[in-house]
């Protein structure tokens, strides 16, 4: 049922309200409960109980002595294709209601046909998305040691490898000729041969082609490795055992492939997603920007563009306050929406926000000098700090930091594996030298066992021959 619009004085008899009763409209949303609250009477009427705006209200009521008739707001002011106007600000433009308490973001098309009051708080657009892994496979690697290092370590193994076999073949046709006899020119410049390659490796020509260098070399590689597991060993352990969010700011965002989207529903978004888009092409090296004409595409309505976020590497730029709201909507758990989504707020793109009215109403010349005496009183920076720390549109404060969960294996899976296949490779090659007789080691551990089965047989010939000999004198 519309109610009949109450007679306000004019600007004529005095702009004064004291002793009329107006009709004022608020919307009962849960997540924005900080601003206003609603509860229905026995009697079907509506009576405001806690807020923001609630406070706001009774301090205009106090400061004017007027009184108030509370309205149920219809939803969030939006404008039809053909022009009409629903939710609040329709029961505003239908003189349904006098005054909304709801504050609402200053939008180009709600100015164009409502009187804004002096605004209350300020919003600002925020691009919000899901954040990529803090590290890939690949960058977890160069995170650690630079890639140049890396291709050094890489080759100084490959030299390693290619040194130990050529002196092993070598060492092997060395003991060839010293067990078979043959050539000794042949032997001796073989073993001339040898000392290069050793004395060469250890970067003098101090000792002899015997096990010293060798021993040399071999300690201070193994040194060296030692070392150098155990600095990225610790390094990987630091560096997995913090977490680490890949973007941080606007400019990393900007920076990042991430796609982004807008909201379809607030033409102010439009012009920062055009600037996004714009600096990447720049940074691409593209002289023109896009001159305004995105895909119609890249901008969607609020939910489309959220669940966008969650199934692929999508940021969304909308009002702040609404991305919390709606990720809990659709049921997503206060750890994953805090600590997984990111919400960056976009410079440049503050936005006030207040309470309306109808456009050519006298309420707003009314209530804006009073609302600057509340700011200069500091009654409006009170009772926002007051309800800001209630608002459900905010992560709660044990979420604000991400607490590191322990370690398990899958979050060392890279050097494991690397281990792992090296460890592999070693056993394969192990097993092919020795079928094949390619080193001399399948030689020598069959020599080595014929030696010792040769040695245990004389051992234990003896030990009996002794047994024998002791029982016959006795």
């Given at each position: 049922?519309?109610?009949?619009?109450a007679?306000l004085?004019?600007?004529?008899e005095?702009?004064?309200?004291?002793?009329e009763?107006?009709?004022?409209v608020?919307?009962?949303?849960p997540?924005?409960?900080?601003?206003?609250?609603?509860?229905?009477l026995?009697?079907g009427?509506v009576?405001?109980?806690s807020?923001?705006?609630?406070?706001?209200?009774?301090?205009?009521?106090?400061?004017l002595?007027?009184?108030?008739?509370?309205?149920?707001?219809?939803?969030?002011?939006?404008?039809?294709?053909?022009?009409?106007?629903?939710?609040?600000?329709?029961?505003?433009a239908?003189h349904?209601?006098d005054?909304s308490i709801?504050i609402?973001?200053?939008?180009?098309i709600?100015?164009?046909?409502?009187?804004?009051?002096?605004?209350?708080?300020?919003?600002?657009l925020?691009?919000?998305?899901?954040q990529?892994p803090?590290?890939?496979?690949?960058?977890?690697?160069?995170?650690?040691?630079?890639p140049?290092?890396?291709i050094?370590?890489?080759v100084?193994?490959i030299?390693?490898?290619?040194?130990v076999?050529?002196?092993?073949?070598?060492?092997m046709?060395y003991?060839e000729?010293?067990?078979y006899?043959?050539?000794?020119?042949f032997k001796h410049g073989d073993?001339a041969?040898?000392?290069?390659?050793?004395?060469?490796?250890?970067?003098?020509?101090?000792?002899?082609?015997?096990?010293t260098?060798l021993?040399?070399?071999?300690?201070?590689?193994?040194?060296?490795?030692?070392?150098?597991?155990?600095?990225?060993?610790?390094?990987?352990m630091?560096?997995?055992?913090?977490?680490?969010?890949?973007?941080?700011s606007?400019?990393?965002l900007?920076?990042?492939k991430?796609?982004?989207?807008?909201?379809?529903s607030?033409?102010f978004?439009?012009?920062f997603v055009?600037?996004?888009?714009?600096?990447?092409?720049?940074?691409k090296?593209?002289?023109?920007?896009t001159g305004?004409?995105?895909?119609?595409?890249?901008?969607l309505?609020?939910?489309?563009?959220?669940?966008r976020?969650?199934?692929?590497?999508?940021?969304?730029?909308?009002?702040?306050?609404a991305?919390?709201?709606?990720?809990?909507?659709?049921?997503?758990?206060?750890?994953?929406?805090c600590?997984k989504?990111?919400?960056?707020?976009?410079?440049?793109?503050?936005?006030?926000?207040?309470?309306?009215?109808?456009?050519?109403?006298i309420?707003?010349e009314?209530?804006?000098?009073?609302?600057?005496?509340?700011?200069?009183?500091g009654?409006i920076?009170?009772?926002?700090k007051k309800?800001?720390s209630?608002?459900?549109?905010?992560?709660?404060?044990?979420?604000?930091?991400h607490?590191?969960?322990?370690?398990?294996?899958?979050?060392v899976?890279?050097?494991?594996?690397v281990?792992?296949?090296?460890?592999?490779?070693s056993?394969?090659?192990?097993?092919?030298?020795?079928?094949?007789?390619?080193l001399?080691?399948?030689?020598?551990?069959?020599?080595?066992?014929?030696?010792?089965?040769?040695?245990l047989?004389?051992?234990?010939?003896?030990?009996?021959?002794?047994?024998s000999?002791v029982?016959?004198d006795?």
């Amino acid at each position: 049922m519309t109610r009949a619009p109450a007679k306000l004085r004019t600007s004529s008899e005095g702009n004064s309200i004291s002793g009329e009763t107006i009709r004022v409209v608020g919307l009962d949303d849960p997540n924005y409960s900080d601003q206003l609250t609603l509860v229905t009477l026995p009697d079907g009427s509506v009576e405001f109980t806690s807020g923001f705006s609630h406070d706001v209200l009774h301090l205009l009521e106090y400061a004017l002595n007027f009184s108030h008739i509370a309205l149920r707001g219809e939803g969030w002011p939006d404008r039809l294709p053909n022009g009409t106007w629903t939710g609040l600000a329709g029961q505003v433009a239908h003189h349904e209601a006098d005054f909304s308490i709801t504050i609402t973001a200053f939008v180009d098309i709600r100015v164009a046909d409502f009187f804004f009051l002096t605004p209350v708080t300020l919003g600002s657009l925020v691009a919000s998305f899901r954040q990529p892994p803090s590290y890939s496979d690949t960058n977890l690697l160069t995170s650690s040691l630079h890639p140049e290092l890396w291709i050094a370590l890489l080759v100084l193994a490959i030299c390693v490898f290619l040194l130990v076999k050529i002196t092993a073949w070598i060492g092997m046709k060395y003991s060839e000729l010293d067990s078979y006899g043959g050539d000794h020119d042949f032997k001796h410049g073989d073993e001339a041969g040898y000392w290069v390659l050793v004395t060469f490796c250890q970067r003098n020509f101090v000792g002899s082609p015997n096990a010293t260098p060798l021993r040399v070399i071999y300690i201070s590689l193994t040194l060296t490795s030692i070392v150098a597991y155990t600095a990225l060993s610790a390094t990987l352990m630091s560096t997995l055992s913090i977490e680490v969010d890949p973007i941080k700011s606007f400019a990393e965002l900007v920076a990042s492939k991430i796609e982004v989207y807008g909201d379809e529903s607030a033409s102010f978004t439009h012009k920062f997603v055009q600037d996004i888009v714009d600096r990447r092409r720049q940074s691409k090296g593209y002289a023109e920007n896009t001159g305004g004409n995105l895909s119609s595409s890249r901008f969607l309505d609020l939910n489309t563009g959220l669940q966008r976020t969650l199934s692929e590497p999508a940021a969304y730029v909308t009002f702040d306050g609404a991305p919390i709201v709606n990720y809990r909507a659709m049921g997503l758990s206060d750890d994953f929406v805090c600590n997984k989504i990111r919400v960056i707020k976009i410079p440049g793109s503050t936005i006030s926000a207040g309470m309306f009215v109808r456009k050519g109403s006298i309420l707003r010349e009314i209530f804006n000098p009073w609302i600057v005496t509340f700011y200069e009183y500091g009654f409006i920076k009170r009772l926002e700090k007051k309800w800001s720390s209630t608002a459900e549109r905010k992560c709660p404060k044990k979420f604000k930091q991400h607490s590191t969960q322990a370690m398990d294996i899958g979050d060392v899976h890279t050097p494991i594996s690397v281990l792992l296949g090296g460890f592999v490779f070693s056993m394969v090659l192990l097993a092919i030298e020795f079928n094949y007789n390619l080193l001399p080691l399948g030689r020598d551990v069959r020599r080595v066992s014929r030696e010792w089965s040769s040695f245990l047989k004389t051992f234990i010939s003896k030990e009996n021959g002794f047994k024998s000999r002791v029982q016959r004198d006795f």
